[in-house]
């Protein structure tokens, strides 16, 4: 007869050197569903060394519970290492479903969790932003959906921002881009939107001269978008190519059917 678990751990803090009479033990315990994540890890911790000298190296690398962020997870992975080796040494059990249900019900409450989150964002960008959304209903509905807490949206730019960039650069900003700024004065999203007063700057491209106006990964990441001098189009420069493409007719067309696509199939 198999010695019990009381046998394995004889009390606590008390330790008793592992045998495969006693793993078989733990082993059953795990399969048919009398762990917990935390009696798991606990006896795990206690006898791994012990454990890579008793099994195979494969055996071994399908019972190690993984590091995961759920808390279930680990001791399922552990239970499909575990019925493999009963199978081998002919030892009869009964597979419980506890920790897949527990980990389904972990894993449930978790998305419900982030959809609350993710409406409570989109929420406050909105209450936040109403201008934005009257202005571009595209634009800010899709990035609304995008958001991640590192990406930032800056407050609106003042006349006098913009117009001490326009001084710095020699180049005086389309009114469509003007009235985007005067609602804020740059996004950066990391999904592959940047659009940035402060980081506008001169670029000549095969000679022409540009200003960038921020980023559009398109085609590739760091692919920027570009304005020329006296007129609204928006360009835009795919660098693994070394080419200016005509992009749209102006920022309201880049921000409303460009880039609410983009955000949107990503």
Known sequence: MLPSNVEVMAGKGAWTPMNKESLTVKLLDLVEGRETPETWWSWW???ETELETLLNRGEFLKLKPCRHGFQWVPVLTSQKGAIAILEKGGTAFEVSNLYQERYLAELDAFCKDQE???REKQAKFKADNPELFRRYPKFSKALAKVLD???????????EQIGNQESVLGFTLPSQVREF???TAGINVSTGVILSLSGMFNLTIHGERYCVLGEFWKEADGDQLLLC???ETIWYYAHEQDKV???CNDMTELLEKKLARYLNEH
């Not at 807490?149 to 006349?159: G, M, V």
Request: no cysteine; aromatic share 4%.
């Open 45 to 47: 911790d206690e006898h």
């Open 116 to 118: 609350r989150v993710q």
């Open 149 to 159: 807490p590192t990406d930032e949206i800056q407050p609106a730019a003042t006349e």
């Open 181 to 183: 700024f005067l609602l």
């Open 229 to 231: 001098p006296g007129e």
């Open 245 to 247: 493409k005509r992009l």
